[in-house]
């Protein structure tokens, strides 16, 4: 896996080593091209302190972030980050208006002999629909960062439950995840978000991981704010996989404890409602092969935490766990971990995300056969998430607040 995750990294980089020196060696000549001498200067000047800009914004969450917050450098980051994603898309669509102008003039060559000679028309066309096909990732990457990362959407779902008492329909949940507090995920947008959340007025408040991004942001202002939650069946939470990244999953749960909230490590806690009783377990993030450290089998040793009197409800960071959930015969899991992959397209009615990569489990509502039982269904909901992590846009996939309602199946 070492080797797997060092071939992803190289791959990565050469991408990126391609597409930037397609786009700075592109500006440079055409500043080559420049005739005034002192404009000229000054554009060269501009190349040199954007290359810059951008090589210590690309290495500065490889070596602990050495770049300054203040005095500009969180929108320094910012820009060479969403110029990161916006120059690799538009990079790819000029390359493929290209290939279709050569595979144009080749077929109008074969069916012509005298379409051999070059056609000026035809090549300007499709010059400008190179700049045209260029120009959108990087209108879309700026609406995905000023705008798109920010509107958050409130998603109401009925979510069938097998082994559903009757006084437990109607249940409602309250789900936040994947705040991500920091550079671009502010306090005062946590504080708006749980503000939003307690509208809901929901009888149970869970958070299902990665408060933070790394051990530089602040985790004790982020649990402070999502304290506020207000539900009667008390603020329930799990750790995320950046939890274990920055050391932080004991503070997390200091902290959740201070604030009279619980958060769950390999732990469960029977609730009432109604009269009736569910069962709520909470584990840490559960390692997979995108992630460094040691890992064993998925929810290993939690045959423990699991009733066989009353529904289960498992929160679990990592939606890759739900094969295993579903196999235990827990009954609802809750997830995150994905944001939706923060980009998605949609092609001939097909979500293409990035987040396909590392589950079957994207967003939303999924199903499976539980346990033994074939005529039974486990379920689990992925939450999108509040907050962005490496590149802070979010274009169709919109930060989520997640109201379930749980219905007897």
Known sequence: ?????????LVFIALMYITQRYWFLGAWHWIGAVQHPGLKTSLKAVWFLALAIFVAAFLDPMLGHFLPRAAGGKWIIAMARVWL??????FLAVKLVGAVGWIAAAGARLVSAK?????????????????LAGSIPFL???????AGRLKYRVERVEVPVANLPKELDGLKIVQLSDIHIGDFMPREEVRRAVGLANELQADLAVITG???????DPLADCI????????PLGRWGCNGNHEIYADAEERAQQLFAQHGMKLLRQENAVLEHNGAKFNLIGVDYQ?????RGP??????DIERLISREMPNILLSHNPNSFHRAADLGIELSLAGHTHGGQVKFEIVDHDISPARLITDFVAGFYQLPMGTKQDAKSAIYVNRGLGTFGMPVRLNVPPEITLLTLRSA
């Open 1 to 9: 896996m070492q080797f797997v995750r060092l071939a992803i990294f």
């Open 85 to 90: 994603i916006a120059s690799f898309f538009a």
């Open 115 to 131: 379409d051999a000679l070059p056609n000026p028309a035809r090549r300007d066309f499709f010059r400008y629909a190179g700049y």
């Open 140 to 146: 879309a990457a700026s609406y995905g960062y000023a």
């Open 210 to 216: 990665d408060f933070i991004s790394d051990h530089n």
């Open 224 to 231: 402070a704010e999502l304290s506020q939650l207000r539900a």
């Open 287 to 291: 390692r997979d092969r995108m992630t």
């Open 295 to 300: 890992r064993g089998p998925m929810l290993q």
